[in-house]
T-cell receptor, first 117, second 113 residues
Framework: AQKVTQAQTEISVVEKEDVTLDCVYE???????LFWYKQPPSGELVFLIR??????QNEISGRYSWNFQKSTSSFNFTITASQVVDSAVYFC??????????????FGTGTRLQVML | NAGVTQTPKFQVLKTGQSMTLQCAQD?????MSWYRQDPGMGLRLIHY???????DQGEVPNGYNVSRSTTEDFPLRLLSAAPSQTSVYFC????????????FGPGTRLTVT
């Protein structure tokens, strides 16, 4: 069975600080996808990134970066120079990479990030 | 292109009542899913579909039925609502063409009293 663990329930930072959200996963599959979603206070789910298991290259998108380490089964998310608009709940998720099953996501319990002025 | 739409946005039911949560997508996606979100538990998969006429159970299917008669629509039925079904429900769609990104609807907040 697949499992995603986000051990940090809530994080508070002051604006402009860097913050890293941790994600550890478990799967028996050799190929799989990892995702990060953002859920702002308005409630919608916003897709941030998808990474497949055979691509361990780290990715940067503006102030966001992701560190995928297969050896430790981790897919951590870093926000550089955090802003108040980053305040949200962030979910890490996992799916198999087989056809059709990529539509079945296993989510972590989420990390609530609060960025204060 | 509306993406994934869900109706209603809010609903209050009494225990034992039935209702259908509607979900539609206009992106011609093969795959559609229903999740429920409860405090401290993340999102959990209820049912999913890999195409019209094909559905399967997810992690928490009890108390819910689904059907997929068209590519566009994937309604979720509660046959006899229970307080344990109080939750926020999200519908999602995705495709094998290109990215495996799930597009989520805005959610339905359901309260069962």
């Amino acid at each position: 069975a697949q499992k995603v663990t986000q051990a940090q329930t809530e994080i508070s930072v002051v604006e402009k600080e860097d913050v890293t959200l941790d994600c550890v996963y478990e799967t028996r599959d050799t190929t799989y996808y990892l995702f990060w979603y953002k859920q702002p206070p308005s409630g919608e789910l916003v897709f941030l990134i998808r990474r497949n298991s055979f691509d361990e290259q780290n990715e940067i998108s503006g102030r966001y970066s992701w560190n995928f380490q297969k050896s430790t089964s981790s897919f951590n998310f870093t926000i550089t120079a955090s802003q108040v608009v980053d305040s949200a709940v962030y979910f890490c998720a996992l799916s198999e990479a087989n056809t059709g099953t990529a539509s079945k996501l296993t989510f972590g319990t989420g990390t609530r990030l609060q960025v204060m002025l | 292109n509306a993406g994934v739409t869900q109706t209603p946005k809010f609903q209050v039911l009494k225990t034992g009542q039935s209702m259908t949560l509607q979900c539609a997508q206009d992106m011609n996606h093969e795959y559609m899913s229903w999740y429920r979100q409860d405090p401290g538990m993340g999102l959990r998969l209820i049912h999913y579909s890999v195409g019209a006429g094909i559905t399967d159970q997810g992690e928490v299917p009890n108390g819910y039925n689904v059907s997929r008669s068209t590519t566009e629509d994937f309604p979720l039925r509660l046959l006899s609502a229970a307080p344990s079904q109080t939750s926020v429900y999200f519908c999602a769609s995705s495709t094998d063409r290109g990215k495996y990104e799930q597009y989520f609807g805005p959610g339905t907040r359901l309260t069962v009293t």
